[in-house]
């Protein structure tokens, strides 16, 4: 999404002194706000909320699409996860072939010389 002309991209360390500033230090948002010479008087409000929700993770740098995807399992586990899938799935084929090779000999006619005479 795009964002608003003018909005700016404030440091982290930025976003660390104002929890700091509010949590610590026991100043207003506004008094932060002011503090630290952010131009949008809501931003402050926002960076709280967000910090009350994640804690400590919302100081970890996000960028790009990296919060849509989901989170992968460490990469031995999902390799793991990923052969345990294929072995379903060939174990799943073999039973569907078969399956299919036992309904067509089912219906089918024996037709042989002695018969059609």
Known sequence: ????????????????????LFYEEGLTRAQVTQDLGIRDPHRVKAWLKQYRREGE?????????????????NTVAYIARLEMEIDLLKKFHTELRQTTLAKRNIGSLNITEENTK
Do not use: C, T, V
Not at 9 to 17: A, F, K, S, V
Not at 66 to 71: A, E, F, L, Y
């Open 1 to 20: 999404m795009a964002r608003k002309k003018g909005s700016k991209d404030y440091p982290l360390e930025m976003r660390r002194e104002a929890i700091r």
């Open 57 to 73: 993770e919302f100081f970890l740098p996000k960028r790009g699409r990296s919060g849509r995807r989901p989170k992968r399992e």
